[in-house]
């Protein structure tokens, strides 16, 4: 199993541009997750997803979209990048039955 | 509103010394989570706590849980140079959804 992977690994972007950061996962988790984590700081929860076709705001969603039209895939999505979005994006599964979320490697993002 | 707070923020530890980092948080919650984050690295799961007075171990790593007193702890052991990393607690909050709330974590620097 690849777990849950995630691109691309880096990304430069110019403010205003859109994007969309790919999340995929083939443990048949029903949960998955976005968090971005800003430097010396924790995680934070930007959206989630509790099966396909189901999505919810976490803390922190302004400023981003989500889908989810299968179980393996959670992408999100930036439409307007500004600087506050300059961030590490972290994507998460998770298995109900065993209370623990498997992260991803991360996106590192810069807005200019 | 959850909040999780870690201390020390930063620990600077000799090798072979014990320390521990606290982490606090503000409403009732059954979950705590402890991961491992190395530099420029995503997340690896250390300890899943899920009821009140859980107690995990691995190597010289121990974590335990009190929710009456909303604390979980991390106790290092003889602490040895392969530590040095950014340790984070999470609470699980939203039922069945077992969303996050981190920590803002704790650097720790072993020194020889």
Same mark, same amino acid.
């Given at each position: ?10 990304? %430069?972007?110019? %403010? ?6 790919? =999340? @995929? ?20 929860? %930007?959206?989630?997803? &509790?099966?396909?076709? %189901?999505?919810?705001?976490?803390? &922190? ?6 889908? +989810? ?7 999100? +999505?930036?439409?307007?990048? @500004?600087?506050?979005?300059?961030? &590490?994006?972290? =994507?998460?599964?998770?298995?109900? #039955? ?7 490697? #991360? ?6 | 509103?959850?909040? !999780?707070?870690?201390?020390?923020? $930063? ?31 995503? /997340?690896?799961?250390? $300890? !899943? ?5 859980? !107690? ?8 335990? /849980? ?7 702890? /991390?106790?290092?052991?003889?602490? *040895? ?6 340790? $984070?607690?999470? !609470? ?17 620097? *072993?020194?020889?």
């Amino acid at each position: 199993n690849a777990g849950v992977t995630q691109t691309p690994k880096f990304r %430069i972007l110019k %403010i205003g541009q859109s994007m969309t950061l790919q =999340c @995929a996962q083939d443990m048949n988790h029903n949960y998955m997750y976005w968090y971005r984590q800003d430097p010396g700081m924790g995680l934070k929860l %930007i959206y989630y997803s &509790v099966g396909a076709g %189901i999505t919810d705001k976490g803390e &922190v969603p302004n400023g981003y979209n989500v889908s +989810r039209s299968t179980t393996e895939d959670f992408p999100l +999505r930036l439409e307007l990048a @500004a600087p506050s979005q300059t961030s &590490v994006y972290f =994507c998460a599964s998770s298995d109900p #039955g065993r209370n623990e979320q498997f992260f991803g490697p #991360g996106t590192r993002l810069t807005v200019l | 509103e959850l909040k !999780v707070e870690q201390n020390p923020l $930063f620990l600077s530890m000799q090798e072979g010394k014990n320390y521990t980092i606290y982490c606090n948080y503000s409403t009732t919650s059954d979950r705590l989570y402890w991961y491992r984050q190395d530099p420029g690295k995503s /997340l690896e799961s250390l $300890f !899943v706590l899920l009821s009140n007075g859980a !107690v995990k171990q691995e190597g010289r790593l121990m974590a335990s /849980l009190d929710t009456k007193a909303r604390l979980s702890t /991390l106790h290092i052991t003889a602490a *040895v140079h392969d530590l040095s990393a950014t340790y $984070f607690c999470a !609470v699980g909050y939203g039922g069945a959804t077992n969303k996050l709330i981190f920590g803002t974590g704790t650097l720790l620097a *072993v020194q020889p």
